[in-house]
């Protein structure tokens, strides 16, 4: 299974609800949702929507070669025309919506269409991913990204102007003399008192892991 650091940090990192089902925007692999079924109940679903029948065939492997295959259930379809079609059943608004999304803006094509759909957001922009995620998400609902540094706070003008409320903040940086390049966000859709939290460092100056980042973690690595 390809397995990225920023989808590893927000399946970590996100928070998980004790009742109700989540959703995985733009699975890939499905290693997000793999994380989100480890974290929840045996009565919670995770539905995990991927445009790419490549990366949608992946992700039902590694579903079905889990502990967690019957409750996985991933679909091959646009994310922006989900909302209310027959593979959106019962309509059901979901307590807690990740996304890894594609973030390249106004950049040179991929020629690999998997690349391609994966880290431009041509198919899938901000707006539209702020507007389809305002659909699903149950009331008490978050909404939980990872972006680069800029790119998110391009997100988070957006979605501050359509109604969305900041939760929880963290920037993420590398190696300590670097600047953050990530940052970890979570929305809600009602108003509530935003957490900034302390940055989350990776690897110290000696390269090795931080204290902080294996604690995160702990639970998803074995030599952790």
């Known amino acids: 299974m390809k397995v990225g650091t920023d989808a590893l940090l927000l399946g970590a990192w996100s928070s998980v609800p004790a009742t109700g089902d989540c959703l995985d925007i733009g699975c890939g692999s499905g290693v997000l949702s793999l994380m989100l079924a480890q974290r929840t109940g045996p009565k ?10 490549a990366a949608a065939a992946e992700a039902r492997q590694n579903a079905a070669a889990s502990p967690w295959s019957s409750r996985i ?7 922006l025309t989900y909302p209310g079609s027959a593979d959106h059943l019962a309509a059901r608004g979901y307590q807690q919506i990740l996304s890894n999304p594609p973030y ?12 391609q759909l994966a880290r431009h957001n041509d ?10 995620a ?29 109604d969305w409320h900041l939760l929880r903040l ?15 966000l979570e929305l809600g859709r009602h108003p509530t008192a935003t957490a900034h939290m302390p ?26």
């Open 104 to 115: 390249f803006t106004a950049a040179l094509t991929n020629p690999d269409r998997q690349k």
């Open 134 to 162: 305002a659909k699903l998400l149950a009331t008490s609902g978050r909404f939980s990204l990872i972006l680069p540094t800029e790119e998110a706070g391009r997100l988070l003008a957006l979605a501050l102007g359509t």
């Open 44 to 53: 919670q679903l995770i539905d995990a929507v991927e445009l790419d029948a």
């Open 170 to 184: 963290q920037q993420v940086r590398s190696q300590p003399d670097k600047a953050p390049s990530r940052t970890l």
């Open 199 to 224: 940055e989350l460092l990776i690897r110290d100056q000696q390269g090795q892991y931080s204290p902080a980042y294996r604690q995160l973690l702990a639970d998803f690595y074995l030599n952790f």
């Open 73 to 79: 259930r991933v679909i091959e379809r646009d994310i």
């Open 123 to 132: 198919q899938l922009p901000f707006a539209g991913l702020l507007q389809t």
